[in-house]
């Protein structure tokens, strides 16, 4: 009788513990769409569009696909990071960045800084803008940089820019942190 009681117990004990078990799983949640570009990327990426014409923009590109290293703990400082649009030639050659703020700007202020000198210590241009930029802003700033005769397209994808004024446009809050 005794036995019997004890094995009824276990089954029930187990019965319970494997109910709860179940219950406790996650469940995955339905899949939705999601809009690639928010409404300041869309329009960015209009104008540049409209701007430089015979160039191939790319949107939302991983920073390991801009940059390589040899070491993993070098790549893990950038995995995970990602530069709003590149400006590719006719060849297929990165020839600028373009970066604009996004909501939580002013609170990620010192890693935006951080992402423009990983780009701009291998070598790329990167143009940064605290707002939409004007189609005019982007002409200003993009096409003679893009298009100087006096310089090859080789060496401007190769040599590391200069830090300029002209070349990163940030908002009040940026100038007040340096």
């Known amino acids: 009788m005794y036995y019997f009681i004890t094995i009824v117990g276990l089954l029930l ?5 494997l109910r709860h078990l179940h219950q406790n799983r996650r469940q995955d949640s339905p899949l939705k769409r999601r809009g690639i570009l928010n409404i300041a990327e869309q329009i960015t990426l209009m104008r540049l569009q409209a701007v430089l014409h015979r ?22 400082k950038y995995q995970g990071l990602v530069a709003d649009f590149v400006v590719l030639d006719q060849q297929h050659q990165v020839l600028a960045i373009v970066e604009i703020a ?6 990620r202020l010192n890693q ?16 940064r803008y605290s ?8 002409r ?17 994808i190769s040599s590391p820019m ?6 990163m446009k940030y908002n009040v809050f940026a100038a007040k942190s340096f």
């Open 13 to 17: 004990i187990t019965a319970l513990a």
């Open 55 to 76: 160039h191939t923009i790319l949107a939302h590109v991983s920073f390991d696909a801009l940059l390589t290293t040899k070491f993993s703990h070098t790549r893990r």
């Open 102 to 107: 996004d909501e939580s700007y002013v609170n």
């Open 112 to 127: 935006k800084h951080y992402q423009d000198s990983l780009l701009e210590l291998a070598g790329y241009r990167v143009f």
């Open 131 to 138: 707002s939409i930029p004007t189609e005019q802003e982007l």
């Open 140 to 156: 200003e700033d993009l096409i003679p940089d893009l298009f100087d005769p006096m310089s090859s397209a080789t060496s401007k």
């Open 162 to 167: 200069p830090h300029t004024e002209h070349m």
